[in-house]
């Protein structure tokens, strides 16, 4: 079946430092790719997505990759900042159309001053 | 106001008690889902739907019932709710083909 595997947390950061968060995943076919965000208190929402093999998401600093060929999906930001303490959820879709998302475990991201 | 909306946002019940949650979406989205998300374990599946006559079982259903009341309205039934049930429970909508789920700020259970 669909899995998705990603690094545990929590990640403790200072200020600036650079953020690679690993997700791995298993599926059949070509899935889209999935980074969604929690902040404290929050709901989930998208962070960025991609949908085919070498495409790059983006949004707010952060970037991840679409790698077929190493079924991975790696989250990375240049310079955190503390307001990116979060959870961070890898998620995948299997097909398009009517298909439900499964997602990560989640990683915590601590980010100090 | 909120596009999802969910009822309530914090809830402590006893064991054996029913108990239901509500989720109601402006997005005029016609998918709706519900979500459990416990400590390690991130989020799974319980129940969705793809349309007001369309339920659909999750991957961890049992013990939860729901019911798609109209297309922006999905609830989610604890019929005797159990202390292992404690959790974030989170609805969430999706429309046309992007994939991009929609969530709500999420109903904490608790069940002593």
């Known amino acids: 079946g669909n899995s998705v595997t990603q690094m545990e947390g929590p990640v403790t950061l200072s200020e600036e430092a650079f953020l690679t968060i690993n997700c791995t995943y298993t599926?059949?076919?070509?899935?889209?790719l999935f980074w969604y965000v929690q902040y404290p208190g929050e709901g989930l929402q998208l962070l960025l997505k991609?949908?085919?093999?070498?495409d790059k998401g983006s949004n707010k600093g952060f970037e991840a990759t679409y790698r077929k060929e190493t079924t991975s999906f790696h989250l990375e930001k240049g310079s955190v900042q503390v307001s990116d303490s979060a959870v961070y959820f890898c998620?995948?879709?299997?097909?398009?159309?009517?298909?439900?998302?499964?997602f990560g475990k989640g990683t915590m991201l601590l980010v100090s001053p | 106001d909120a596009d999802v909306t969910q009822t309530p946002r914090n809830r402590i019940t006893k064991t054996g008690k029913r108990i239901m949650l509500e989720c109601s979406q402006t997005?005029?989205?016609?998918?709706m889902y519900w979500y459990r998300q416990d400590p390690g374990l991130g989020l799974r599946l319980i129940y969705y739907?793809?349309?007001?006559?369309?339920?659909n079982k999750g991957e961890i259903s049992d013990g939860y019932s729901v019911s798609r009341q109209a297309q922006a309205k999905f609830s989610l039934s604890l019929e005797s709710a159990i202390p292992n049930q404690t959790a974030l429970y989170f609805c969430?909508?999706?429309?046309?083909?992007?994939?991009?789920?929609?969530f709500g700020e999420g109903s904490r259970l608790t069940v002593l």
């Open positions: 997005k005029g989205h016609d998918r």
């Open positions: 739907s793809f349309d007001v006559k369309d339920i």
């Open positions: 998620a995948l879709r299997a097909q398009k159309g009517y298909s439900t998302l499964t």
């Open positions: 599926a059949t076919g070509y899935p889209s």
């Open positions: 991609a949908t085919k093999a070498d």
């Open positions: 969430a909508t999706s429309g046309g083909n992007t994939g991009e789920l929609f």
